[in-house]
């Protein structure tokens, strides 16, 4: 097998050992989810874990351990995740293992992402609890429990895979280590594989080493650890560490790049630094000039920026290719921050060289040539030479990019145009100010991701000398209510009310950061402007409710009713409660939201709102796995919201759980004629139809009737109906029926087609 199915196998085979040999309950899973999210996510917190896990004998051969199970288990004719599953699945069927192989048919059910190598969530266990749903709110539940920074976790629940540039230096003695005992495990080498699948397996051997290290802690020092913020620092050892194990500058350089679009420039420049001391190769010393001339610029340091750009481009005339294109783009990049630097004389002498060796190039390489320079007269304010050349580009007629990104700019400058030919030059600086801005927001958004609130508020402080915009003011108190310092937040929050009196959200935040009657007034005058406004009053409450929900049981229900007391005769209590609820519910916090529903009932809220409410408690029943209660709420919902599809497909799914296949597939019927362009409403109407007009009948054989149940449910997803057929025809073939060559279904439709026929056989078997 290749390199890359190898590790699928292996991170498949740890959740499975991991779950078939423990007790899975949401608590631990929310624990051991969210420690990959902040490794995915935290580049601090990854390398400090993954240093600390290489010192944990314990975990390493944990690791050893499930590498050699997963090596070992798997099938050799399998080419991929599915076919590793399927034949764990069968194999725990076989050996009378019905837990086990019922976290094997989650797997399988629920596919995480679209990549091959992508991390799957934990699986879920079938039937208990009853569903993703349930399993996703008990998770957030935990998370919200005893997780610092809950938000940011909510805004990616399931891991879909680890950004590329994972090869944190120091982790490198890890690599090493994974690296040999995959070898010695495979029979003392490697098989081939590219530079792409090797990378994805360092990844893979780090997470999972540092992930048995962190699974063998207890629950407490676990939080401890996931609330704990760590720097991120790079020696000058660990480089060496990664320069003596792969002897691969690329991918170091490529690693730095990384760096740069998550914010940490100066460790970046560390790379590039230690690049030009070490490497040999003019080729790498001119990449990293030419890419601390960037950083250097992009941070005002021009001075420092010119001489690394004057370092790349003497590299690059001394090259032996003497290649007139690079040798003009070095050319370019002095000239840019010569001119930032004031020598304007020589940055214009430099330009026009650049641009001299246009003409000696062919069309398809002149125009990259020209849309750089035009590109540096833009960011320099040279907006009439910019246009010169953006003209001269569409008369070379040269397909491709820069013609493309020519137009777009010349039709956005037009825009600027007066009618003596000159340009609106403040209009246009005004743009690329804006433009600059927004990267720098953008910048300090990826930080704040990070968990680096520090250097998330330093770009949010540059990007405020441009703009003080309240939405940017808004984001920088978020972060500094994050970092710690709530009386800068306080102070930010205040300006965003002074210049927006209205913003809601400011209000709640602000309201959060008081105490007693100063902590009720804003919070207080958010709600009612949401309510005044017609806003999603869900989402202007959920700092409030998140909040609670984070702090003990028993103060989440008076903490809502503090601000309950609304007038009901218009309905405004009874919103206020549905959105409470809705949030609980979201957060997993199931008996409080039925509280507060409830609440919300007696609240006298319209026809309209009582049919919202009505859905919403019968969606939190079939979460909970009382399928009759929710379709007794569905159907009292439908007497004041029959036009409202949600509810028809909830009582679809409902109808289904309780063997009602007929009702089932009318109700999603109605879904879709009251939606029709809604994908997911068709799809259900889709499945619900097979499912009325083909049942299978139970076979007698316990392995037979194990996989009809498991393609019964595999087959109410998308994405695993191709599993759930495999399924269908291994149940036939263990009554002694023979089952017919089936071409791969293309789609949904055809993948319920084939249940059909494949139902029909398995009944007459």
Same mark, same amino acid.
């Given at each position: 097998?290749?390199?890359?199915?190898?590790?699928?196998?292996?991170?498949?085979?740890?959740?499975?050992?991991?779950?078939?040999?423990?007790?899975?309950?949401?608590?631990?899973?929310?624990?051991?989810? /969210?420690?990959?999210?902040?490794? @995915?996510?935290?580049?601090?917190?990854?390398?400090?874990?993954?240093?600390?896990?290489?010192?944990?004998?314990?975990? $390493?051969?944990?690791?050893?351990?499930?590498?050699? %199970?997963?090596?070992?288990?798997?099938?050799?004719?399998?080419?991929?995740?599915?076919?590793?599953?399927?034949?764990?699945?069968?194999?725990?069927?076989?050996?009378?293992?019905?837990?086990?192989?019922?976290?094997?048919?989650?797997?399988?059910?629920?596919?995480?992402?679209?990549?091959?190598?992508?991390?799957?969530?934990?699986?879920?266990?079938?039937?208990?609890?009853?569903?993703?749903?349930?399993?996703?709110?008990?998770?957030? $539940?935990?998370?919200?429990?005893?997780?610092?920074?809950? +938000?940011?976790?909510?805004?990616?629940?399931?891991?879909?895979?680890?950004?590329?540039?994972?090869?944190?230096?120091?982790?490198?003695?890890?690599?090493?280590?994974?690296?040999?005992?995959?070898?010695?495990?495979?029979?003392?080498?490697?098989?081939?594989?590219?530079?792409?699948?090797?990378?994805?397996?360092?990844?893979?051997?780090?997470?999972?080493?540092?992930?048995?290290?962190?699974?063998?802690?207890?629950?407490?020092?676990?939080?401890?650890?996931?609330?704990? @913020?760590?720097?991120?620092?790079?020696?000058?050892?660990?480089?060496?560490?990664?320069?003596?194990?792969? +002897?691969?500058?690329?991918?170091?350089?490529?690693?730095?790049?990384?760096?740069?679009?998550?914010?940490?420039?100066?460790?970046?420049?560390?790379?590039?630094?230690?690049?030009?001391?070490?490497? %040999?190769?003019?080729?790498?010393?001119?990449?990293?000039?030419?890419?601390?001339?960037?950083?250097?610029?992009?941070?005002?340091?021009?001075?420092?920026?010119?001489? #690394?750009?004057?370092?790349?481009?003497?590299?690059?005339?001394?090259?032996?290719?003497?290649?007139?294109?690079?040798?003009?783009?070095?050319?370019?990049?002095?000239?840019?921050?010569?001119?930032?630097?004031?020598?304007?004389?020589?940055?214009?002498?430099?330009?026009?060289?650049?641009?001299?060796?246009?003409?000696?190039?062919?069309?398809?390489?002149?125009?990259?040539?020209?849309?750089?320079?035009?590109?540096?007269?833009?960011?320099?304010?040279?907006?009439?030479?910019?246009?010169?050349?953006?003209?001269?580009?569409?008369?070379?007629?040269?397909?491709?990019?820069?013609?493309?990104?020519? =137009?777009?700019?010349?039709?956005?400058?037009?825009?600027?145009?007066?009618?003596?030919?000159?340009?609106?030059?403040? %209009?246009?600086?005004?743009?690329?100010?804006?433009?600059?801005?927004? !990267?720098?927001?953008?910048?300090?958004?990826?930080?704040?991701?990070?968990?680096?609130?520090? $250097?998330?508020?330093? #770009?949010?402080?540059?990007?405020?000398?441009?703009?003080?915009?309240?939405?940017?003011?808004?984001?920088?108190?978020?972060?500094?209510?994050?970092?710690?310092?709530?009386?800068?937040?306080?102070?930010?929050?205040?300006?965003?009310?002074?210049?927006?009196?209205?913003?809601?959200?400011?209000?709640?935040?602000?309201?959060?950061?008081?105490?007693?009657?100063?902590?009720?007034?804003?919070?207080?005058?958010?709600?009612?402007?949401?309510?005044?406004?017609? &806003?999603? /009053?869900?989402?202007?409450?959920?700092?409030?409710?998140?909040?609670?929900?984070?702090?003990?049981?028993?103060?989440?229900?008076?903490?809502?009713?503090?601000?309950?007391?609304?007038?009901?005769?218009?309905?405004?209590?009874?919103?206020?409660? /549905?959105?409470?609820?809705?949030?609980?519910?979201?957060? %997993?916090?199931?008996?409080?939201?039925?509280? #507060?529903? $409830?609440?919300?009932?007696?609240?006298?809220?319209?026809?309209?709102?009582?049919?919202?409410?009505?859905?919403?408690?019968?969606?939190?029943?079939?979460?909970?796995? +009382? @399928?009759?209660?929710?379709?007794?709420?569905?159907?009292?919902?439908?007497?004041?919201?029959? *036009?409202?599809?949600?509810?028809?497909?909830?009582?679809?799914?409902?109808?289904?759980?309780?063997?009602?296949?007929?009702?089932?597939? *009318?109700?999603?019927?109605?879904?879709?004629?009251?939606?029709?362009? !809604?994908?997911?409403?068709?799809?259900?109407?889709?499945?619900?139809?097979?499912?009325?007009?083909?049942?299978?009948?139970?076979?007698? +054989?316990?392995?037979? &009737?194990? /996989?009809?149940?498991?393609?019964?449910?595999?087959?109410?997803?998308?994405?695993?109906?191709? =599993?759930?057929?495999?399924?269908?025809?291994? *149940?036939?073939?263990?009554?002694?029926?023979?089952?017919?060559?089936?071409?791969?279904?293309?789609?949904?439709?055809?993948?319920?087609?084939?249940?059909?026929?494949?139902?029909?056989?398995?009944?007459?078997?």
């Amino acid at each position: 097998m290749d390199t890359t199915v190898a590790l699928n196998f292996f991170w498949e085979h740890t959740w499975i050992t991991w779950w078939t040999g423990k007790k899975a309950d949401p608590e631990t899973a929310a624990r051991l989810h /969210l420690f990959l999210l902040r490794r @995915a996510r935290d580049i601090g917190f990854a390398t400090n874990t993954a240093a600390r896990a290489y010192a944990d004998e314990g975990a $390493r051969e944990t690791f050893g351990a499930a590498l050699k %199970g997963a090596l070992s288990d798997s099938a050799p004719e399998a080419a991929g995740r599915e076919d590793y599953l399927w034949h764990r699945y069968t194999a725990f069927l076989a050996a009378g293992n019905i837990e086990g192989a019922g976290f094997v048919e989650t797997m399988l059910s629920y596919p995480r992402a679209g990549t091959p190598d992508a991390y799957p969530a934990p699986p879920v266990p079938a039937g208990a609890p009853p569903s993703l749903r349930a399993w996703e709110q008990s998770e957030k $539940r935990a998370v919200m429990a005893g997780i610092r920074w809950p +938000d940011l976790y909510f805004e990616s629940p399931f891991t879909a895979g680890f950004p590329h540039t994972q090869i944190i230096p120091a982790e490198l003695e890890i690599a090493s280590f994974a690296f040999a005992t995959l070898r010695d495990f495979m029979g003392g080498k490697l098989p081939a594989g590219g530079a792409e699948s090797f990378e994805h397996y360092i990844n893979d051997a780090v997470t999972v080493i540092t992930f048995a290290w962190f699974a063998a802690k207890n629950p407490e020092d676990q939080t401890a650890a996931l609330n704990a @913020a760590y720097p991120f620092t790079l020696e000058e050892e660990t480089l060496d560490a990664f320069v003596g194990l792969f +002897d691969d500058y690329e991918t170091l350089l490529e690693e730095a790049g990384g760096l740069v679009k998550r914010g940490f420039s100066e460790e970046a420049k560390t790379v590039y630094a230690y690049t030009v001391l070490h490497a %040999g190769d003019p080729a790498l010393h001119h990449a990293a000039y030419e890419n601390l001339a960037v950083l250097f610029k992009e941070e005002g340091e021009y001075e420092k920026a010119a001489g #690394c750009a004057e370092k790349a481009l003497a590299i690059r005339e001394g090259m032996p290719d003497r290649d007139p294109l690079s040798i003009a783009l070095a050319k370019k990049n002095l000239a840019e921050v010569l001119y930032l630097a004031g020598e304007t004389e020589r940055a214009g002498a430099l330009a026009a060289a650049a641009l001299d060796a246009a003409a000696g190039l062919e069309a398809g390489k002149a125009a990259p040539l020209l849309w750089a320079v035009a590109s540096s007269f833009r960011r320099t304010g040279r907006f009439e030479e910019e246009y010169a050349l953006l003209t001269r580009i569409l008369d070379l007629d040269a397909p491709g990019e820069a013609t493309d990104a020519a =137009v777009e700019r010349l039709f956005s400058m037009d825009q600027y145009a007066r009618p003596d030919g000159a340009f609106d030059l403040k %209009g246009l600086a005004a743009i690329e100010e804006r433009r600059r801005y927004l !990267d720098l927001f953008g910048k300090g958004a990826v930080l704040l991701q990070a968990f680096q609130f520090d $250097r998330a508020i330093g #770009c949010f402080e540059a990007a405020l000398a441009i703009s003080r915009d309240a939405d940017l003011l808004r984001n920088i108190a978020i972060a500094h209510r994050l970092y710690g310092s709530p009386e800068a937040a306080r102070r930010y929050l205040e300006e965003v009310i002074a210049a927006r009196p209205g913003d809601l959200y400011a209000l709640m935040h602000l309201g959060l950061l008081q105490e007693g009657e100063q902590r009720d007034a804003p919070v207080r005058e958010a709600i009612g402007l949401a309510l005044d406004s017609g &806003a999603d /009053l869900a989402l202007v409450l959920y700092p409030l409710i998140s909040g609670l929900v984070a702090g003990p049981d028993e103060e989440v229900l008076p903490g809502i009713d503090r601000f309950g007391d609304l007038p009901s005769h218009d309905g405004a209590r009874a919103l206020y409660f /549905l959105g409470a609820g809705t949030i609980l519910s979201d957060l %997993g916090v199931a008996d409080a939201a039925a509280t #507060c529903y $409830r609440r919300a009932l007696k609240a006298n809220p319209p026809a309209g709102v009582r049919g919202r409410i009505l859905r919403n408690m019968g969606a939190l029943a079939a979460d909970g796995d +009382d @399928a009759a209660r929710a379709a007794d709420l569905l159907g009292q919902a439908l007497k004041f919201a029959p *036009a409202d599809p949600t509810v028809w497909h909830r009582l679809a799914g409902v109808r289904a759980a309780l063997g009602d296949a007929q009702g089932a597939s *009318a109700a999603a019927r109605e879904a879709a004629h009251l939606m029709p362009t !809604d994908a997911v409403f068709r799809t259900e109407k889709a499945l619900r139809d097979a499912q009325a007009a083909a049942a299978p009948v139970m076979p007698a +054989d316990r392995t037979a &009737a194990a /996989l009809v149940a498991a393609a019964e449910r595999m087959i109410e997803e998308e994405g695993s109906a191709p =599993v759930a057929l495999r399924a269908y025809a291994a *149940a036939i073939e263990a009554t002694g029926g023979e089952v017919p060559d089936l071409p791969a279904p293309s789609g949904y439709e055809e993948a319920l087609s084939a249940r059909e026929r494949l139902i029909k056989l398995l009944n007459r078997a």
